[in-house]
Nanobody, 124 residues
Framework: QVQLVESGGGLVQAGDPLRLSCAAS????????MGWFRQTPGKEREFVAT????????IYADSVKGRFTISRDNAKNTVYLQLNSLKPEDTAVYYC?????????????????WGQGTQVTVSS
């Protein structure tokens, strides 16, 4: 089992930055590919970013490419999502997820463990 706890969400203005953190406990963090997803009411969970186990490979959704950065610190069992140049359409609940796998994954159905989510609200 891997337990994931997100933090760092909040209410910001368009253009402001925000950094989300996801602290993991339980099984070995470095054995897991990590991902960030987001969801708004009435919509399916949307892929945002994923990072490989050692942190040397990342993939981003086109909608966030160039604005968001995913990173991880395996010594601290934590994955981060730096959100820059935020837009109102980035408003969502953001979830981190983990899966024991060799390669980065963008499909949410493939992830095994999920956090409870953190709300990000961007005002115009």
């Amino acid at each position: 089992q891997v337990q994931l706890v997100e933090s760092g969400g909040g209410l910001v203005q368009a253009g402001d930055p925000l950094r989300l953190s996801c602290a993991a406990s339980g099984r070995t963090f470095s054995d897991h590919v990590m991902g960030w997803f987001r969801q708004t009411p009435g919509k399916e969970r949307e892929f945002v970013a994923t990072i490989s186990r050692p942190g040397d490979s990342t993939i981003y959704a086109d909608s966030v490419k160039g604005r968001f950065t995913i990173s991880r610190d395996n010594a601290k069992n934590t994955v981060y999502l730096q959100l820059n140049s935020l837009k109102p359409e980035d408003t969502a609940v953001y979830y981190c997820a983990a899966v024991g796998h060799d390669f980065v994954i963008i499909r949410p159905q493939m992830y095994t463990y999920w956090g409870q989510g953190t709300q990000v609200t961007v005002s115009s």
